[in-house]
Nanobody, 124 residues
Framework: QVQLVESGGGLVQAGGSLRLSCAAS????????LAWFRQAPRKERAFLAA????????YHADSVKGRFTISRDNAKNTVYLQMNSLKPEDTAVYYC?????????????????WGQGNQVTVSS
């Protein structure tokens, strides 16, 4: 069974940085896509970035391009989201997700597996 465990969230001041981690287990992820989403109160879950486990190809949402970077460490079976120049509007619960189809898709429904979520709060 696939398990995704996020860590690294917390409280940070505006302009600061955080790195989220997502430890994946339970499968061989060579054909998977791993992605990050976030959901703020009273808003829909929003795509942030995705990475192909096999090729390392990435795709970032325009809203975070240049500030957020997705990466992976194959040896540790871990995906990261480096977040810089954080703003109060980045406050949300951040989720890691996995798609066995290996597509760089932005649609939440394409991802079969989800982590438990990790709160990120950016103070002004």
């Amino acid at each position: 069974q696939v398990q995704l465990v996020e860590s690294g969230g917390g409280l940070v001041q505006a302009g600061g940085s955080l790195r989220l981690s997502c430890a994946a287990s339970g499968r061989t992820f060579s054909s998977y896509t791993l992605a990050w989403f976030r959901q703020a109160p009273r808003k829909e879950r929003a795509f942030l970035a995705a990475i192909s486990w096999s090729s390392g190809n990435t795709y970032h949402a325009d809203s975070v391009k240049g500030r957020f970077t997705i990466s992976r460490d194959n040896a540790k079976n871990t995906v990261y989201l480096q977040m810089n120049s954080l703003k109060p509007e980045d406050t949300a619960v951040y989720y890691c997700a996995a798609d066995s189809g290996g597509r760089l898709t932005t649609r939440p429904r394409s991802y079969e597996y989800w982590g438990q979520g990790n709160q990120v709060t950016v103070s002004s």
